[in-house]
Each structure stands twice: as structure tokens, then as C-alpha cells.
């Protein structure tokens, strides 16, 4: 059995691999599909970005298809960078000059309103149309400096009160073990293994 993963990061494609495990599923990427058209990421929401990679994906392939889009939402800034987390100091994304600019507009923000939080939304389209969404939120708070040399992204500046730890200086374990992305992959799971059963969506 074979279902899609629409990205091009090994990564999330190992991540979800590993959580199928015991099962005869092989989760491919777009990495086993190079002529695959580039989606124009242009939702509202994260929902709506995933709902567009993988229904497109689903349509392309006739395969199970799931696509994610995630990113951070600042409560002092209102909520962004939200869906412009990865281009938030412009074009071509720069995860440095991204949390230089977002230090820059939290300057002077007190420490008890630097909440924040990691989001990930993920969507499970099936071939024949149907389509369900899982998502995942990690809360935490924007430090005034990076901590940390792992990850990638914000993760430097993201501080889980409750691990003592900016998301940098977790483990690959540890990360995987609580991430936004690990928790709507999971939700997943269920889901996929219901379709592959059945060939139908419970």
C-alpha cells in the first residue's frame, strides 16, 4: 500500500513512516513525483494551504494524500506571522532574518505578553474526494535572544516553560515526541489505516 506525503522534506516523511510502522504502508513524497506542478500557497488559514497541496496531490496521483502547513502565532503581533511564518522578512525565506525581524517588532514587549505558540494543520484527502484535518499546537513564548543550535525555523527563540528548553536544544526525540507536527500526525494515523482497511474514510 502506498500514500502520499505531499512534500519535498525527508524529514516529516521519515517521521510519518516511523508512526505507520507494523504496517504495510509506504509513505512516498513528491521527491518520487519530480514532475509534480508547484502549488501556489495562497490560503487564508493553514487549512487552507493544506487542503490545497493535498487535494491537489490526491488529484495528480490517485493516491491517499496528506499535506501539512504550519507555523507561529504571537499574541502581541496579533497573531502573525501565522501563514507568512517562513517568508515573514520577505522573499527568499531566511529563518535568521526572520527572527530578527520578529525580535525586532517584540522589542519592548514584557515577558509575561510574549506568549506564543507552534500550529500545524494537516489534511488527509482521499482520491474519490473525501477529506478530513487534524491539527496540532504547542504553547510557548518568544525569548529575547536564540538559544540553542538545533531545529530550524523560530525554534531558537520558542521557549517550552514546561521542558525548561527553547525548541533548539531539544533532542531530535524529544522534539518529535511533542512537536505541533507530531501531534497532527498522529491524529492521522487512524485515519489513514481506516481508508487502507476499507478503501473508504470511516
Known amino acids: 500500500m502506498e500514500i502520499l506525503l505531499a512534500t519535498g522534506n525527508r524529514g516529516k516523511v521519515i517521521e510519518l513512516q516511523e508512526m505507520l510502522a507494523g504496517y504495510n504502508i509506504k509513505v ?4 518520487d513525483f519530480p514532475d509534480f506542478p508547484e502549488v501556489e500557497e495562497n490560503g487564508q488559514t493553514f487549512v487552507d494551504n493544506a487542503l490545497l497541496k493535498a487535494r491537489l496531490a490526491a488529484d495528480k496521483t490517485g493516491l491517499l ?4 502547513d504550519s507555523g507561529l502565532e504571537v499574541d502581541a503581533l496579533n497573531g502573525a506571522p501565522g501563514v507568512y511564518s517562513a517568508r515573514f522578512a520577505g522573499e527568499p525565506k531566511n529563518d535568521s532574518k526572520n527572527i530578527d525581524k520578529l525580535l525586532l517588532e517584540m522589542e519592548g514587549v514584557p515577558e509575561e505578553k510574549r506568549t506564543a505558540r507552534f500550529r500545524c494543520s494537516l489534511a ?18 518568544i525569548l529575547y ?5 538545533g531545529g530550524f ?5 520558542f521557549f517550552l516553560k514546561k521542558m525548561g528548553k527553547t ?3 531539544l533532542s531530535l526525540e524529544e522534539k518529535n515526541s511533542l ?3 507530531a501531534q497532527a500526525f498522529k491524529k492521522a494515523v487512524p485515519l489513514i489505516k481506516s481508508y487502507l482497511n476499507n478503501r473508504k474514510m470511516a
Open 145 to 149: 535572544s536564540r538559544k540553542g543550535e
Open 124 to 141: 488527509v484527502v482521499c482520491p474519490g474526494g473525501k477529506e478530513h484535518t487534524t491539527d496540532g499546537v504547542v504553547e510557548g513564548s
Open 153 to 157: 525555523g523560530y525554534d531558537p527563540v
Open 179 to 181: 512537536s505541533h507536527r
Open 65 to 68: 494524500s496528506l499535506a501539512d
Open 28 to 31: 512516498l513524497s513528491l521527491n
Open 167 to 169: 525548541m533548539a536544544e
